[in-house]
């Protein structure tokens, strides 16, 4: 089973930069002075600034991220808390095989400590999808490109030009959910024998062609989901949510809470199984006469029911609409036995 933010300090953002969900957040983080914390998707640095407010003055976070150029402005908008904050490139998948840097300017590798709090935000940021050269949204024209670690070379536009057609429409139905996915992929192939597919713009137009008219006229661009799956497959951002859920709950110390924001179903289902095993005493087939897995529940879950925001900030910040926050608490070694 194991394997994108503010109220508080509402500062100017960078770019069109809102964190989700900060005060629910905050309330079920509970971030505390000498606190140890991590933002698995630091991003920019919204949600890590204020948990950094609230664990001061000797809270401590470590901050990570695929994406080179978020770090970069992460290390600058945190800059106030240096000596609290180090901030590493890598996967919060592998959250129990990264290093560990020490507070301050002596910096040597160690086993990461048991950790009171970690918040995962999924998914594009704000600074990917405004930034036309990423390639992640079609509202810009770009290149196809996608991928959040850009040492990777995997792409988007490898994907759509060099993949079988079949493999396409997998794609755009496993990771998309897209009703259209055969059409839209014979689509491609037939239109990529004539001219390699490059951007962003050319991509939008051939879903667009596929789809029946009919069906293009719904609240959302009908090249979304298409856009969206490829942006998954590319990044394996599914398989990597399953580890990181494991590897986060592993990492906790008791009572350490685990903070999840999705934004969209095929994430939160996974959030939702994940949590569920986690936190059963038995994961036997439903029709087993006597238990035999000898599983341990390792999480209690917070949230019965996802949290969404209020309507209050989908006004303030569209983006936050489809956002769902689950939460989960490490349970204590002796409840595990009762």
Same mark, same amino acid.
Not at 156 to 168: C, D, G, R
Not at 184 to 192: K, L, P, S
Not at 278 to 286: G, H, K, M, T
């Given at each position: 089973m194991c394997g994108m933010k503010t109220r508080g300090p509402q500062t100017e953002m960078s770019g069109n930069h809102i964190p989700v969900l900060v005060d629910e957040v905050v309330q079920f983080l509970q971030p505390k002075n000498h606190g140890f914390y991590v933002d698995g998707t630091v991003g920019l640095g919204g949600h890590a600034a204020v948990i950094l407010q609230k664990a001061a003055p000797n809270g401590f976070l470590l901050g990570i991220d695929l994406d080179a150029e978020a770090l970069a402005i992460a290390k600058e908008r945190?800059?106030?808390y240096k000596e609290q904050v180090t901030l590493v490139g890598g996967n919060f998948a592998h959250l129990d095989r990264l290093p560990q840097l020490h507070r301050g300017s002596e910096q040597r590798e160690t086993t990461i400590p048991q950790i009171d709090g970690i918040l995962l935000d999924l998914g594009v940021s704000s600074l990917q999808l405004d930034t036309p050269?990423?390639?992640?949204s079609f509202t810009h024209a770009g290149p196809l490109d996608m991928r959040m670690d850009t040492t990777q070379s995997l792409s988007?536009?490898?994907?759509?030009?060099?993949?079988?057609?079949?493999?396409?429409a997998t794609v755009f139905t496993q990771f998309?959910?897209? #009703?259209? /996915?055969?059409r =839209?992929?014979?689509?491609?192939?037939?239109?990529?024998k004539h001219k390699f597919?490059?951007?962003?713009?050319?991509?939008?137009?051939?879903?667009?062609?596929?789809?029946p008219s009919k069906s293009t006229g719904g609240r959302i661009h009908p090249a979304t989901r298409v856009f969206q799956a490829l942006r998954i497959y590319i990044n394996d951002e599914l398989k990597n949510l399953h580890s990181g859920i494991c590897s986060a709950a592993s990492a906790l110390k008791p009572g350490g809470r685990l903070c999840i924001i999705s934004f969209h179903s095929l994430e939160d289902r996974i959030i939702k199984e994940q949590f569920r095993?986690?936190?059963?005493?038995?994961?036997?087939?439903?029709k087993t006469p006597i238990c035999v897995c000898q599983h341990t529940p390792t999480l209690q879950i917070l949230t019965k029911r996802p949290i969404a925001p209020t309507p209050d900030e989908i006004r303030?910040?569209?983006?936050?609409?489809?956002?769902?926050? #689950?939460? /989960?608490?490490? =349970?204590?070694?002796?409840?595990t036995k009762d």
């Open positions: 945190l800059r106030e050269t990423r390639g992640f988007a536009a490898h994907v759509v030009n060099h993949h079988p057609e079949a493999a396409l998309g959910q897209e #009703r259209w /996915a055969k =839209i992929a014979r689509q491609i192939v037939r239109d990529r597919i490059s951007t962003t713009h050319q991509l939008a137009e051939i879903v667009l062609d596929a789809i095993t986690l936190s059963r005493a038995c994961i036997c087939p439903p303030r910040n569209p983006r936050a609409r489809s956002a769902k926050l #689950r939460v /989960a608490m490490k =349970i204590h070694e002796s409840k």
